[in-house]
């Protein structure tokens, strides 16, 4: 069998010399007692918290490997695609671990921690796709969005403090995402150098050996088949357009995350705006210089996010609350009538912070 010097999958095996390979030794020591997804909607304080020391170890030593040297090393071998899989799973389960710490510190309100794990995910989002292949920025998507959803969520418990280091690390972190040009550019090169095969891609491929299998629990077999079914699905669609059409595709994706760092920024900046002179601003610009440098501009359009004030009383004499949003990819102002996102990639609501909240329960 193929061993490659960038897979480390399971327990057991000795840490590498780089950031990424020990990040993936620390994600595989996570480990869950019950279903990630009933933990992550429960409010049970005691479960959370079991869940948490279970895997205190694993977050404390993730956290000394994120940052903007953490990347893949991207081997040009066709097999890399495989044997970098249960990577990407690890690391999504590395990102649920943080996910439910972070709900843990809400219950319990501690703000500033939420706030930091929330940028402990977002920087573990720029750690799973820098350098790495189409897929794996695409999996720094999905933990990103977990980061924006924890951070959202308690955003109006923050202290001044808080407020500010978080404008300073959400823009710090976006800047060291990978540009989305070099990530395309840098997935194409690869499947070129390597011939990937445009036929359909055969399961067996990514069977896990044996004694992998051994080291893992069930659930844990069956979401690393979850995963590689998806990215198997996607790939076998995709190879069929021209790469150009293929990376169109993925555009807006890249854009709806792009737009999620920046909404978080805003929405931050004008709750420490708020802080220093006691009012929402009237207009984004007043924003300049004391909150933020500049605006971050919406990645739909390229011009500003929307700002709408909510004056209180009939002489608009004080501002009550605020809307804050992107038109989308359809750029189709609809005036604040939010959804799911996708309802925003049709035309038919705008994007806010809290799209998650539109999503309907299954």
């Not at 499947?191 to 445009?198: A, C, G, K, L, R």
């Not at 805003?266 to 009012?279: E, P, Q």
Request: hydrophobic share 35%; with cysteine.
């Amino acid at each position: 069998m193929h061993e490659a010097p960038y897979h480390v999958p399971f327990r057991g095996v000795p840490l590498s010399e780089t950031p990424y390979l020990r990040l993936i030794q620390a994600a595989s020591q996570v480990v869950f007692d019950d279903d990630y997804y009933d933990l992550i909607d429960s409010d049970d304080i005691e479960t959370l918290r079991r869940e948490v020391e279970h895997n205190q170890e694993a977050l404390a030593l993730a956290r000394t490997h994120l940052g903007p040297n953490c990347r893949i090393h991207l081997v040009y071998e066709a097999n890399f695609f495989a044997d970098n899989s249960p990577n990407m799973q690890r690391l999504r389960d590395l990102a649920r671990a943080f996910a439910i710490e972070g709900r843990l510190a809400g219950f319990e309100k501690r703000w500033a921690d939420v706030a930091s794990i929330g940028l402990d995910l977002l920087d573990l989002a720029g750690a799973t796709g820098r350098g790495g292949l189409l897929c794996d920025h695409m999996v720094g998507w999905a933990i990103s969005g977990s980061g924006i959803d924890l951070l959202r969520q308690w955003r109006s418990e923050y202290d001044e403090a808080t407020l500010s280091h978080l404008l300073v690390r959400i823009a710090q972190l976006e800047s060291e995402r990978d540009d989305w040009n070099e990530v395309l550019q840098r997935d194409q090169h690869w499947e070129e150098t390597v011939q990937y095969p445009e036929e359909p891609i055969d399961p067996s491929t990514y069977e896990l050996p044996e004694e992998e299998a051994k080291k893992m629990s069930q659930e844990e077999i069956s979401q690393y088949y979850e995963l590689v079914e998806m990215v198997i699905e996607m790939a076998n669609y995709q190879s069929k357009l021209p790469y150009s059409e293929r990376s169109n595709s993925y555009t807006e994706l890249e854009n709806r995350t792009v737009a999620q760092y920046r909404l978080m920024t805003l929405d931050t900046a004008i709750r420490k705006y708020r802080w220093m002179t006691g009012s929402y601003p009237r207009q984004l610009a007043e924003l300049i210089p004391g909150a933020l440098p500049a605006l971050p501009p919406d990645p739909f359009t390229g011009t500003d996010f929307i700002y709408r004030p909510q004056w209180q009383g009939i002489f608009r004499r004080s501002i009550q609350s605020f809307l804050l949003y992107s038109p989308g990819p359809r750029q189709i102002d609809h005036g604040g009538s939010f959804g799911p996102y996708p309802l925003v990639a049709a035309g038919e609501a705008d994007l806010c912070l809290d799209e998650f909240d539109y999503f309907p329960d299954d």
